[in-house]
């Protein structure tokens, strides 16, 4: 089919070819984007995917279509006490184990369309080589000491126990599953060593006993002078997202940092996990035994990995001013980002590209809880394709939904609305309406509209409005994104799509209109398959499928997000046929996938919690948000009984409600902090609170009735 495209430097995608290894160059734009690390001892779930891997998919393809130079890495996170656990659970070594739940991740995060340009593993050679590199150079500097401390033992497996291997009673409430790092029932961090009558999670008749231990610590408190000034500098620079270790104001809050940080541990009596290295002297003697902490090899394992996919990785990892290193996580990882890894670096004392972009999410919830494995409830890996549901239907969703300022809520009904409302009704019908028009009435060629190559006038006779609402819409795009604002950029290209449907509508394009004023009708065509071409760049990072589909019906190759509208395909240009790119999806389907998803409730079983558990999230395990939500329960229990308000279960509405509530206080607290405060912005938070009291006031009558 004849092609006819404007030839412009910038105009098409640079698209990397087939095994081609991405570099940085000097004088471009490179960015390194990594998403945390999954840990591979279970399957993901769509928070696990929205938190991490599919915000940095979003970004890295975005940024593909600026044309910058751009890797992405992951891979899973493989060494640990978890990773032992849930392989003593399924009767499989760790390394089985670990092969095994690699390819789950794998396998689900194709079908997701996650583009990875590399996904590896941390239990490599190149991992366990720069990890005791690391760790010998801490060691030269002076930043690794000798601790001594006394540690559970259990003589029945003949090893020291890991926190999470052991449980007994709370010396502080008397609690009987009291576990070895805290209580969930008082909240007490405790060190397992104080447990009374401590139990062995592997057989609870193995005696449990203490015995003394020696291991290597990392002196953050010698570091934390110059991890704080490295902190700030950055978050100033790369805009970091909101997070628990520096505030809107650039001031510290991370309890951690203003207690004071302490000497963390970088050995483990584990036999999992990267060998300790030898290091002369007798304060390293016995330390070849064991290996290093979980939590110290694991953000070591970006680097490893891209060392995986190039020997040429320094250049991406050691050349902090040509290289923006973009890191996305939920909000639980923020600590080892920020403060732990850093500081390791800064001790390192090699010129390391550090963190330069923040990007974190909040909690993604299912159906008015929680995600859980044990419990099969949400979705989770791969069964996301049983529902018939496209991947992009699922990306879609998942960023609109993104809990970017506060936690958010899976929802069937708000899936399959958007399917049916958005992407069919809105993006779908636009695309479909404007192709259909020219394969019908222009033998699917485009027609001379008149317009010269290149940008349009926003000063246009006909459509000066239109063009102007475009090119705002595009400078709207690429400052979201720009500043990892994925759910706003997604708000956007479908408000670019919403204005051509509507450009359609006001400009009567119909056969009517072609009899009267072909010369009009051409114009509006043209125009409106050039703001398709360009949908396909803006709609590539959320949707690359779709992106694929337009493409082949326009007949025309990836491009680069322009500065502004431009006629691009010009006349004499051939299009493919026209398919709808969404299908609707039956709204009674809504009950069906909650009943498929609903989950049910097995027996607990301590040994299957102490492996579901990670390493990376250690403020609130599972036991200990299930006590917190049972306290909470019973607080909202006797609260609503003093109201005189029953205790069923919240409405979907209800919850839907809650969300609004919690966003909007977002906003009031946002509009609260902006300085100066001229009388426009205390209008907007005058404006603010007056939404936010009809939300309260809603939620209220909302609850009484549910």
Not at 665 to 686: D, S
């Amino acid at each position: 089919m004849t092609h006819k495209i404007r030839e412009a430097e910038g105009l098409l995608r640079a698209v990397p070819k087939p095994g081609e290894t991405i570099t940085p160059a000097p004088g471009e734009k490179n960015v390194l984007i990594t998403s945390a690390l999954p840990y591979c001892n279970n399957v993901p779930h769509l928070g696990n995917i929205i938190g991490s891997t599919l915000s940095a998919d979003v970004f890295a393809r975005y940024s593909r279509t600026r044309n910058w130079r751009t890797l992405y890495i992951c891979g899973t996170d493989e060494y640990g006490t978890a990773t032992e656990t849930q392989a003593l659970k399924e009767g499989l070594t760790p390394r089985e184990l670990c092969d095994k739940y690699n390819a789950t991740h794998v396998e689900t995060y194709k079908w997701f369309e996650l583009g990875f340009d590399y996904f590896g593993r941390t239990s490599t050679p190149l991992h366990t080589q720069i990890a005791q590199e690391i760790y010998l150079n801490l060691a030269k500097h002076g930043y690794l000491e000798r601790l001594e401390k006394e540690q559970t033992f259990c003589e029945g497996c003949n090893k020291f126990l890991a926190d999470r291997f052991v449980e007994g009673t709370c010396p502080h409430c008397g609690s009987d599953d009291a576990r070895g790092d805290q209580c969930d029932v008082c909240g007490r961090t405790l060190d397992a060593v104080d447990l009374i009558n401590p139990r062995c999670l592997v057989a609870k008749s193995h005696k449990v006993i203490t015995r003394t231990t020696a291991h290597m610590y990392l002196k953050l408190d010698a570091l934390q002078p110059r991890t704080e000034e490295w902190i700030k500098k950055s978050w100033k620079e790369g805009k970091w997202s909101p997070n628990a270790v520096i505030n809107a104001d650039g001031e510290l809050i991370d309890a951690r940092l203003k207690a004071g940080l302490r000497p963390t541990p970088v050995t483990r009596d584990l036999s999992w996990g990267v060998p300790v290295p030898h290091v002369e002297g007798k304060e390293h003697e016995g330390m070849e035994s064991k290996v290093l902490y979980v939590w110290f090899d694991a953000c070591i394992g970006y680097p490893s990995i891209t060392a995986n996919y190039t020997s040429e990785w320094k250049k991406w990892w050691f050349d902090q001013q040509n290289v923006r290193l973009y890191q996305f996580m939920g909000k639980d990882n923020v600590y080892f980002h920020t403060i732990y890894f850093p500081s390791v670096q800064i001790g390192d004392g090699r010129p390391w590209t550090m963190l330069h972009h923040l990007s974190t999410t909040e909690y993604l919830n299912y159906e008015g809880g929680k995600f859980s494995k044990s419990h099969n409830r949400g979705v989770f890996g791969p069964a996301a394709k049983e529902t018939g549901i496209p991947p992009s239907v699922w990306r879609y969703y998942l960023i609109s939904a993104r809990p970017e300022t506060a936690d958010a809520m899976f929802s069937w009904a708000d899936l399959i609305a958007a399917n049916n409302n958005v992407l069919l009704n809105n993006f779908g019908n636009f695309v479909n309406r404007a192709l259909k028009f020219v394969v019908s009435q222009y033998d699917s060629t485009i027609p001379d509209s008149g317009d010269a190559p290149g940008p349009f006038s926003p000063n246009d006779e006909h459509d000066a409005e239109f063009i102007s609402d475009i090119n705002n819409l595009i400078k709207d795009y690429t400052d979201a994104m720009d500043a990892v604002k994925l759910r706003l950029g997604l708000q956007t290209v479908m408000a670019v799509s919403a204005r051509g449907n509507l450009y359609l509508q006001s400009s009567g394009l119909n056969k009517a209109l072609m009899a009267e004023n072909p010369k009009r009708c051409a114009q509006v065509v043209s125009r409106a398959l050039n703001l398709i071409y360009l949908l396909t760049a803006l709609v590539h990072p959320f949707m690359p499928a779709t992106e694929a589909a337009m493409l082949e019906q326009l007949n025309a190759p990836p491009r680069a997000v322009s500065e502004v509208f431009s006629n691009d395909l010009l006349a004499g240009h051939r299009v493919g046929t026209p398919e709808h790119l969404f299908k609707r999806i039956d709204e009674k389907m809504a009950d069906v996938f909650r009943d498929k998803f609903g989950g049910n409730k097995p027996k607990e079983d301590p040994l299957a919690q102490a492996a579901d558990a990670t390493h990376v999230a250690p403020g609130m395990s599972k036991r200990k948000a299930a006590a917190a939500k049972k306290a909470a329960d019973k607080a909202a229990a006797a609260a609503a009984a003093a109201a005189g308000v029953n205790d069923a279960p919240k409405s979907a509405e209800v919850l839907t409600w809650e969300q609004k509530v919690a966003e909007q206080g977002q906003v009031v607290r946002e509009l609260k902090a902006k300085m100066p405060k001229t009388p426009g912005v205390e209008q907007e938070i005058t404006a603010a609170v007056e939404e936010l009291k009809r939300l309260k006031t809603e939620l209220a009558e909302l609850t009484k009735k549910s």
